[in-house]
């Protein structure tokens, strides 16, 4: 038989209890570190605002009604939108193109639209603006804008001071018909609606308290376990 493998030197009381202070110190500089980082980082907040899209008839079809949703998140985040809204704000295309998100409540016809931006007026603003500008795409029809073009040419002819008498009751007539029937598309055409303003959330989406703070903590008890290592080995080395 083999003899009993010796047993390895024990640390002294005074020694574990440097030990446990050591790896203490470490976990709370860690958690220090990541409260700091918090504070320091560039903080980014969510800016929301919420629309509603009409589906009428396509709400009995639910794949169908789910593409045409799916459809307009893809609407919002698209030049169409976008462009429109980097021109009057002077914001870049790439800057919206990433940071501006559409998402649908489940089983609603509700669409939220989210800005990142890490000044909260702004963001406010950029929302609302994105919003606005899909208002305007989703609810003109290519027939709202035939309809337009009629009544603007029939108004250039009406302000001619050359045009025949007979001509100018006839071309009054006109555009108070026009002009009916874009009321009258416009009450029933808006499909999209804004149901809830543009807001800010107060707590910034990055850095988040938690994660940092958590991050922080494993970085200290990661530290604490290599220095303590260090010097359990020390102290025992014969």
Do not use: C
């Amino acid at each position: 038989m083999f003899p009993p493998r010796p047993s390895g030197p024990t640390l002294t009381s005074p020694q574990q209890t440097r030990l446990v202070l050591v790896s203490a110190i470490a976990v709370v500089l860690g958690l220090l570190g990541g409260l700091i980082a918090t504070m320091v980082l560039p903080h980014i907040y969510a800016a929301q605002t919420t629309i509603r899209y009409s589906l009428g008839e396509k709400s009995s079809d639910s794949d169908n009604a789910d593409r045409t949703l799916t459809t307009q998140t893809v609407i919002i985040g698209g030049r169409e939108v976008l462009q429109p809204v980097a021109d009057s704000t002077g914001v870049p295309i790439d800057y919206l193109t990433k940071n501006v998100s559409a998402t649908i409540v489940p089983n609603s016809e509700i669409i939220q639209i989210q800005v990142l931006h890490p000044d909260r007026s702004s963001g406010i603003q950029l929302a609302d603006a994105v919003a606005k500008q899909y208002l305007q795409v989703a609810n003109t029809s290519d027939n709202r804008a035939q309809l337009q073009s009629q009544l603007d040419n029939a108004q250039r002819q009406l302000a001619v001071p050359t045009t025949p008498p007979d001509a100018v009751a006839d071309l009054q007539g006109q555009v108070a018909d026009l002009q009916s029937q874009l009321a009258q598309d416009a009450s029933t055409s808006d499909l999209a609606a804004i149901v809830a303003p543009a807001f800010s959330q107060t707590a910034p989406v990055f850095p988040n308290t938690l994660i940092t703070l958590a991050i922080g903590a494993l970085v200290g008890a990661a530290a604490a376990a290599l220095i303590g290592t260090s010097m359990v080995r020390r102290w025992t080395r014969r």
